[in-house]
C-alpha cells in the first residue's frame, strides 16, 4: 500500500512568487492535514481537510490556502513567498478526523516538500 | 491553551546507553490523546506511540518505553540500549479532542547516539 505522496520534494522560489504543493493521502484516507516546520517554529498545524471542507485551520495569514479535491488530493497555495515561509511542508493522511472519545485514526505524514524562498 | 514542552533540545549518548526523552504538556480537555513521533534525517515523520488520556498504563514495545504520569502532565519516553540508527529528532504532540486531526508538537529533541 502506497504511502502519503508529496510533490515537488524540492522547491526553490522567489519573493512575491506563488507556488502550489501537492498531496496525495493513502488510498481510502479522506482526512489530510498540513503542517509547516521550522528551525525557529518548528512543527505548527496549517489546515485539515475532509471531505473537500476545510475542518480547521491553524493560525496563519491569508497568503496560505488550500483545497481537497473529491478524490482526496489535496493541494496547498502560498502567495507573495515572504522569505520566512521557507520552511518543510508536511502533509498527513488519516481515514478520517477521530469522531468519539474512544478511537482515533492514525495520520500518517508524508515525506515532505522543502520550499526554498531566495 | 494546549502546550506540549520538551526541554531537551539536544542529547548525546553512547551506543547501548539508555536515554530518556521528557515531554509536558498543557491541556484543559480531560480527553485528549498524546503521541510520539520519530522524525529520522530523510525528514518524514514515523509514529510511535499514541495513548489516550484514560490510559496511564505504562507501555513497553522491544527497547522503547513510555511513562505517562497524567499527575505531572508527563509522557517520557525512554530508549533502552540505544542504538546509532535510533538518532533522529522525536517530538511528542497532543491532540485536540473530537472531531479533528490537528496535532501540537513540542519543538522536539534531537538524539545523536555515537558508536
Known amino acids: 500500500k502506497a504511502g502519503v505522496t508529496q510533490t515537488p520534494r524540492y522547491l526553490i522560489k522567489t519573493r512575491g512568487q506563488q507556488v502550489t504543493l501537492s498531496c496525495s493521502p493513502i488510498?481510502?484516507?479522506?482526512?489530510v492535514s498540513w503542517y509547516q516546520q521550522t528551525p525557529g517554529q518548528g512543527l505548527q498545524f496549517l489546515f485539515e481537510?475532509?471531505?473537500?471542507?476545510?475542518?480547521n485551520k491553524g493560525n496563519f495569514p491569508g497568503r496560505f490556502s488550500g483545497r481537497q479535491f473529491s478524490n482526496s488530493r489535496s493541494e496547498m497555495n502560498v502567495s507573495t513567498l515572504e522569505l520566512g515561509d521557507s520552511a518543510l511542508y508536511l502533509c498527513?493522511?488519516?481515514?478520517?478526523?477521530?469522531?468519539?472519545?474512544?478511537?482515533?485514526?492514525?495520520?500518517?505524514f508524508g515525506p515532505g516538500t522543502r520550499l526554498t524562498v531566495l | 491553551a494546549q502546550k506540549v514542552t520538551q526541554a531537551q533540545t539536544e542529547i548525546s549518548v553512547v551506543e547501548k546507553e539508555d536515554v530518556t526523552l521528557d515531554c509536558v504538556y498543557e491541556?484543559?480537555?480531560?480527553?485528549?490523546?498524546l503521541f510520539w513521533y520519530k522524525q529520522p534525517p530523510s525528514g518524514e515523520l514515523v509514529f510511535l506511540i499514541r495513548?489516550?488520556?484514560?490510559?496511564?498504563q505504562n507501555e513497553i514495545s522491544g527497547r522503547y518505553s513510555w511513562n505517562f504520569q497524567k499527575s505531572t502532565s508527563s509522557f517520557n519516553f525512554t530508549i533502552t540500549a540505544s542504538q546509532v540508527v535510533d538518532s533522529a529528532v522525536y517530538f511528542c504532540?497532543?491532540?485536540?479532542?473530537?472531531?479533528?486531526?490537528?496535532?501540537?508538537f513540542g519543538t522536539g529533541t534531537r538524539l545523536q547516539v555515537f558508536p
Open positions: 498527513a493522511s488519516s481515514l478520517e478526523p477521530v469522531t468519539s472519545a474512544t478511537l482515533l485514526n492514525e495520520q500518517f
Open positions: 488510498s481510502g484516507h479522506r482526512s
Open positions: 481537510y475532509f471531505s473537500e471542507t476545510q475542518r
Open positions: 491541556t484543559r480537555d480531560t480527553t485528549y490523546y
Open positions: 495513548r489516550n488520556s484514560f490510559d496511564e
Open positions: 504532540a497532543l491532540s485536540e479532542t473530537y472531531n479533528t486531526d490537528k496535532l501540537i
